[in-house]
């Protein structure tokens, strides 16, 4: 569907849930709402990211996160966690899984999120 030069709105919806959704649930109504999908855009990203791997900047990423910070995950996320796991290693944060939660875990666990940023913050604060 991507080399159509022309898609219907169906077209177009299924494409964006299959390219830009991991969690089903949420693929649909998300394609649906966030448009246009910018396909020029989004090759050259990934373009760009397998030319000049994260590996080669992760001393900058360290150098500008804040002094406490966190990677937060969807424990049924279908993309490989392995390689948030390898990220977390390499900048020595703190990886969390939100269980029943999968790409979007705002979507999928909104009251856990809410729940986890809000103790993070707390503690990031002192209060």
């Known amino acids: 569907m991507e ?4 898609r219907t709105e169906v077209q ?5 849930t299959l390219a830009r959704f991991t969690d089903r649930r949420w693929a649909a109504q998300g394609a649906r709402r966030r448009r246009p999908g910018n396909w020029s855009m989004n090759g050259e990203l990934g373009m760009e990211g397998r030319a000049d791997p994260l590996d080669e900047h992760l001393a900058e990423l360290r150098a500008r996160l804040p002094a406490r910070a966190e ?10 966690v392995s390689a948030l796991e390898s990220l977390a290693l390499r900048l020595a944060l ?3 899984r939100m269980g ?11 009251d856990a999120v809410r729940t986890h940023l809000r103790r993070f913050v707390q ?3 002192g209060t």
């Open 71 to 80: 990677l937060l995950g969807g424990a049924e996320d279908t993309r490989p």
């Open 3 to 6: 080399e159509l030069p022309h």
């Open 12 to 16: 177009e919806v299924e494409l964006l």
């Open 100 to 110: 029943g939660a999968g790409h979007e875990r705002w979507l999928g666990q909104p």
């Open 94 to 96: 703190p990886l969390t």
């Open 123 to 125: 503690g990031a604060v």
